[in-house]
C-alpha cells in the first residue's frame, strides 16, 4: 500500500499560478497511475487529472485543459500538478490518488482509486 501527503496549497490571486506535490511513500511508486481530484465546498468531488505510471500519457478536465499540467518524477516518488493562471472557481481541496497495481493507464475516474491523500486546500482570490 501507497501512501499519499499532498503539499503546497494556500492563497493566491485569481490570474497566478501554484504548484502541488504528492509525496508518496513506498519503492513501487513507480507502478502506480496517479490522478489529482478535487471537491468545492458543496459540490461533488470532480476529476482533475492524471498520469498514466510512466508519466507518457495524461488526461485534463475540460475546464483546466491549457493551464494545469500534471507531471511525475518516479525518482522523487512524487506526483506534480501545475496551476496557472487560477479563477476563482479553482477554489477547493485538492485531492492526489493513486491507482491499483492492476491498472497503470490515465483513470479519470474517482472509483478507480485505491489510495488517497488528505487534501490540501487551494483558495483563488479575485
Known amino acids: 500500500q501507497v501512501l499519499l501527503e499532498e503539499s503546497g496549497g494556500g492563497l493566491v490571486q485569481a490570474g497566478g499560478s501554484l504548484r502541488l506535490s504528492c509525496a508518496a511513500s513506498?519503492?513501487?511508486?513507480?507502478?502506480?497511475?496517479m490522478g489529482w481530484f478535487r471537491q468545492a465546498s458543496g459540490e461533488e468531488r470532480e476529476f482533475v487529472a492524471a498520469?498514466?505510471?510512466?508519466?507518457?500519457?495524461?488526461n485534463y478536465a475540460d475546464s483546466v485543459k491549457g493551464r494545469f499540467t500534471i507531471s511525475r518524477d518516479n525518482a522523487k516518488n512524487t506526483v506534480y500538478l501545475q496551476m496557472n493562471s487560477l479563477k476563482p472557481e479553482d477554489t477547493a481541496v485538492y485531492y492526489c490518488?493513486?491507482?491499483?497495481?492492476?491498472?497503470?493507464?490515465?483513470?479519470?475516474?474517482?472509483?478507480?482509486?485505491?489510495?488517497w491523500g488528505q487534501g490540501t486546500q487551494v483558495t483563488v482570490s479575485s
Open positions: 498520469i498514466s505510471r510512466n508519466g507518457g500519457n495524461t
Open positions: 490518488a493513486a491507482g491499483p497495481l492492476l491498472l497503470g493507464g490515465v483513470l479519470i475516474r474517482a472509483s478507480q482509486y485505491s489510495t
Open positions: 513506498g519503492r513501487t511508486f513507480s507502478t502506480y497511475s
